[in-house]
């Protein structure tokens, strides 16, 4: 059983990303599953979350707008499509499963980073 999470790298402010979460082991859209953040001396921050079956969102207010995260079923994989990025962005970036989309994560993999920067 494994998440992955990978689409991260440098980009400039009001640049855009996708992140991808790949599952293996287990079927993704079974699972409510979050991408949450972690920055430098800062605490970790939810971002966003699909309920399981996809059937409802939602995302911190830091990135209500810019942010949407989506599935695709035929290849197990969630998606968080961020835009205009700021600075304050930067972080490493997670996905996880969360139960219910209530703020926990008892399970995610390696995270992929994000820097956002001139």
């Known amino acids: 059983v494994q998440l992955q999470a990978s689409g991260g790298g440098l980009v400039q402010p009001g640049g855009s990303l996708r992140l991808s979460c790949a599952a293996s082991?287990?079927?993704?859209?079974?699972?409510?599953i979050g991408w949450f953040r972690q920055a430098p001396g800062k605490e970790r921050e939810g971002v966003s979350c699909?309920?399981?079956?996809?059937?409802?969102?939602n995302y911190a207010d830091s990135v209500k707008g810019r942010f949407t995260i989506s599935r695709d079923v035929t290849k197990n994989t969630v998606y968080l499509q961020m835009n205009s990025l700021k600075p304050e962005d930067t972080g490493v970036y997670y996905c996880?499963?969360?139960?219910?989309?209530?703020?926990?994560?008892?399970?995610w993999g390696q995270g992929t980073l994000v820097t956002v920067s001139s």
């Open positions: 996880a499963t969360e139960p219910g989309c209530r703020g926990q994560f008892p399970y």
């Open positions: 082991g287990f079927t993704l859209d079974a699972y409510s």
């Open positions: 699909t309920s399981s079956g996809g059937g409802s969102t």
